[in-house]
């Protein structure tokens, strides 16, 4: 399965570098919202194929265009 979505912003928002763990706590937190089964499976468990354990998603970097990075503050 795959989904897609589109976020927009105001001039001036700043996101950080490591914007992937904030998108991985909401995914999270998302899923706890389906039931404790859910949760679990995703945050503790993952999925069990051929003597190897997978997590239940990934994402792609996102498309920031354009955009300014500040290396100092780790952010865009």
């Known amino acids: 399965?795959?989904?897609q979505?589109?976020?927009?912003c105001q001039k001036g928002t700043i996101i950080?570098?490591?914007y992937q763990s904030?998108?991985?706590n909401w995914v999270f937190s998302v899923l706890s919202e389906?039931?404790?089964d859910m949760?679990?499976?995703a945050q503790k468990?993952?999925?069990d194929f051929a003597s190897r354990t997978f997590k239940l998603f990934t994402f792609s970097p996102l498309a920031i265009?354009?955009?300014d990075m500040d290396q100092v503050r780790q952010e865009f």
């Open 1 to 3: 399965m795959r989904i």
């Open 5 to 8: 979505f589109t976020l927009s």
């Open 16 to 18: 950080p570098i490591n």
């Open 22 to 24: 904030e998108i991985s």
């Open 34 to 36: 389906a039931g404790p």
């Open 39 to 41: 949760s679990a499976l």
């Open 45 to 47: 468990r993952g999925y």
């Open 65 to 67: 265009y354009p955009y």
